[in-house]
């Protein structure tokens, strides 16, 4: 057996707590060494390359934007979450307006910070939807918020309106490890990092299933999308009649 001492254990997942790392450092009675991965894009045209990049960036999902402009004051440097923390309702009914736009289906909603949660599920519930649910659920309050509308292993079933169609909002944090079959992901603002972007985005089209990622954005934000699409070699639509199309890498 390899001694305790020279043992080494390592975790990778998106979901490692900090309280599963004290355990095993109390295990391995050693300290632990945290390293976040760096997302790769693979470029290139080669099958290595393109079987990397189908795990990376499933070709399943489509990505979308919706163009917004909130007022701000003059001496506002405000972006991304706290933009979507001060100027929510215009960040909603853009969703609201997206979302008619679409099928009805599964969708989450991203809002940002903790703090805009409650007004997102108050402000979705007052454009007449009824199945606004607040993460975290745990699984078994999925299943029974969802019914037979969306079953974990199988379809969603088609739905002819959003008033009845489950709806999750959450955050960041609470989208981590989340599996369930969702046609829509909404984030209410651009994420920071490209890597929280697939992350989120990666929430839809699981096993093979069609999803749509829709980005709430204002002109200001827009920079970031495109940095997001370079990296990535994604296109970024804009949303039908939501949109005016103002980035180079549509197509």
Request: aromatic share 6%; glycine share 8%; net charge positive.
């Given at each position: 057996?390899?001694p305790?001492?020279?043992?080494?254990?390592?975790?990778?997942?998106a979901?490692?707590?900090?309280?599963?790392?004290?355990q095993?450092?109390?295990?391995?009675?050693s300290?632990?060494?945290?390293?976040?991965?760096?997302?790769?894009?693979?470029?290139?045209?080669?099958?290595?390359s393109?079987?990397?990049?189908q795990?990376l960036v499933?070709?399943?999902?489509?990505?979308?934007?919706?163009?917004?402009?909130?007022?701000?004051?003059?001496?506002?440097?405000?972006?991304?979450?706290d933009l979507?923390?001060?100027?929510p309702?215009?960040?909603?009914?853009?969703?609201?307006?997206?979302?008619?736009?679409?099928?009805?289906?599964?969708?989450?909603?991203?809002?940002?910070?903790?703090?805009?949660?409650?007004?997102?599920?108050?402000?979705?519930?007052?454009?007449?939807?009824?199945?606004v649910?607040?993460?975290?659920l745990?699984?078994?309050e999925?299943?029974?918020?969802?019914g037979?509308?969306?079953?974990?292993?199988?379809?969603?079933?088609?739905?002819?309106?959003?008033?009845?169609?489950?709806?999750?909002?959450?955050?960041?944090r609470?989208?981590?490890?989340?599996?369930?079959?969702?046609?829509?992901?909404?984030?209410?603002?651009?994420?920071?990092?490209?890597?929280?972007?697939?992350h989120?985005?990666?929430?839809?089209?699981?096993?093979?299933?069609?999803?749509?990622?829709?980005?709430?954005?204002?002109?200001?934000?827009?920079?970031?999308?495109?940095a997001?699409?370079?990296?990535?070699?994604?296109?970024?639509?804009?949303?039908?009649?939501?949109?005016?199309?103002i980035?180079?890498?549509?197509?």
């Open positions: 057996p390899v305790l001492e020279k043992l080494q254990l390592i975790c990778a997942t979901t490692v707590g900090r309280s599963l790392r004290k095993l450092q109390e295990m391995l009675g300290p632990s060494v945290e390293k976040a991965a760096d997302l790769v894009a693979p470029t290139g045209r080669d099958k290595k393109g079987l990397q990049r795990y499933p070709s399943t999902i489509s990505h979308h934007y919706v163009l917004t402009a909130p007022p701000l004051p003059e001496s506002s440097t405000l972006s991304g979450d979507m923390t001060q100027a309702n215009a960040a909603v009914a853009a969703l609201w307006s997206a979302m008619r736009e679409l099928s009805p289906g599964p969708a989450i909603v991203f809002a940002g910070r903790a703090s805009a949660m409650d007004e997102t599920a108050a402000a979705l519930k007052a454009f007449g939807l009824r199945c649910h607040l993460l975290p745990t699984t078994t999925i299943k029974q918020s969802t037979a509308v969306v079953s974990m292993s199988g379809d969603a079933g088609p739905r002819s309106s959003w008033v009845d169609t489950p709806v999750y909002v959450g955050t960041e609470w989208g981590r490890g989340l599996d369930m079959r969702l046609q829509y992901v909404f984030m209410l603002a651009p994420p920071p990092t490209c890597a929280t972007y697939m989120l985005a990666g929430r839809t089209g699981r096993q093979g299933a069609a999803g749509s990622a829709v980005t709430i954005t204002t002109p200001e934000q827009t920079p970031r999308l495109a997001f699409s370079k990296t990535l070699n994604l296109a970024f639509m804009p949303l039908r009649n939501c949109s005016t199309s980035l180079s890498k549509d197509v």
